[in-house]
């Protein structure tokens, strides 16, 4: 298992946040020549490369530096490559499937795709953006102190003269540790850290990682309901999260890309984290969720309601609980929602007359329950009852 820790520098001084502007700035160009000179043909695109054989970038001439830029302009290049592919090989599906249809151009139909000898390298134009400066060990080393939890001593790629010889300049960034990197307290933590600029604020990564544990042979069974009013309901009639509709709701208010916006967006994610944690799993062994797929696009909901849905990202609440069954080896299964909201967890009866509003009332048996916790019921039956092809095991 792999975790991480996110760290503001906040405490840092302005020098010291001169410096990191320095490097951020500098570390992008350097990045974006040493893709040209990749895409040109003047370097070549290997997994490694000799740092003698990278030049100067953007007056960049230390060596870890140089290789470390390297290494991230040749991944982005490959994942370029690959996308464009991928793009060009559904164009090429389009096209083979209109010419087969109407029959002409028989010297392209004759040809397999991997005949057809594309350049894809003309058509790559990467330009990175919002980048991460991941550092090895070799470029940073780590020192506790008392006014902070720890200090990270950041080698930078400039050189100050002493007594006639060069020596790197360093940057000495204060971390205080949260609740979040405290949980991983126990964990080893990896030799690689990553630098990061959100907005105007710098960020430390730090990386945990740990051997996932046995699963539990013994526990109770649970099954839970992801909703839009109440987040999580769960099959022992509990329910989480009653706030996450307002919370869409006013980011669905706010102007995109605006500061309030991101905050508001970050807001959420914390609260659906908040909300999946204050869940007592301790004798769980067996968790069982719906698989939830293309709601938005198959939604017959009104404009404005879908506005609001957008924002109600399910994926972040069954990533979560991933994250959390693996570390406290329990077995986790997803299965289909389809009907669970319309089927009575007592009869089976199914009738989506049944359901209205929060409340399900059986059309068939007269059985009264909150709507959530009924279909959370169902879930719960569907991962234990239904057979081993229809379940989606993680």
């Not at 290494?71 to 090989?89: G, L, V, Y």
Request: charged share 30%; with cysteine.
């Amino acid at each position: 298992m792999i975790r991480s820790s996110k760290h503001i520098l906040k405490y840092s001084n302005k020098n010291k946040i001169e410096f990191l502007e320095s490097l951020y700035t500098d570390y992008k160009v350097a990045l974006q020549e040493c893709i040209e000179l990749i895409l040109s043909g003047t370097i070549p695109l290997k997994k490694f490369l000799s740092t003698k054989d990278i030049p100067v970038l953007n007056n960049i001439n230390h060596s870890q530096w140089k290789a470390i830029i390297y290494k991230q302009a040749s991944e982005i290049i490959r994942s370029t490559i690959k996308k464009n592919k991928d793009i060009r090989f559904k164009r090429y599906k389009k096209v083979y499937y209109y010419f087969k249809t109407k029959n002409r151009q028989l010297q392209f139909l004759n040809k397999r795709y991997s005949e057809l000898n594309l350049k894809y390298k003309q058509f790559i134009k990467p330009e990175p953006k919002n980048i991460s400066i991941n550092l090895d060990y070799h470029l940073f080393n780590t020192q506790f102190g008392d006014s902070f939890d720890e200090f990270i001593r950041i080698h930078l790629p400039y050189f100050k003269k002493k007594k006639s010889k060069d020596f790197s300049i360093t940057l000495n960034l204060p971390v205080k540790y949260h609740k979040q990197s405290l949980k991983y307290s126990d964990w080893k933590r990896s030799k690689t850290i990553c630098l990061s600029k959100v907005n105007s604020n710098f960020y430390l990564t730090f990386f945990y990682e740990k051997t996932e544990p046995n699963k539990k042979q013994e526990g109770s069974e649970l099954g839970i309901d992801i909703g839009y009013k109440k987040l999580l309901s769960t099959s022992d009639n509990k329910f989480y999260g009653t706030e996450i509709e307002s919370l869409c709701t006013k980011i669905s208010k706010k102007l995109r890309g605006s500061k309030n916006y991101s905050q508001s967006l970050t807001h959420r994610t914390n609260y659906i984290n908040k909300v999946c944690n204050s869940l007592d799993l301790t004798k769980v062994n067996y968790l069982v969720l719906e698989d939830l797929k293309n709601l938005k696009h198959k939604s017959k909901f009104s404009k404005k309601f879908n506005n609001k849905l957008q924002y109600w990202t399910y994926s972040k609440v069954l990533k979560k609980f991933e994250s959390l069954c693996s570390e406290q080896g329990i077995y986790l299964e997803k299965v289909s929602p389809a009907y669970t909201s319309q089927t009575c967890s007592e009869c089976g009866f199914i009738d989506k007359e049944s359901r209205n509003k929060e409340s399900f009332i059986c059309t068939s048996c007269g059985t009264v329950l909150d709507a959530d916790f009924n279909a959370s019921i169902n879930i719960l039956h569907r991962g234990t009852y239904s057979s081993s092809q229809e379940k989606l095991q993680i």
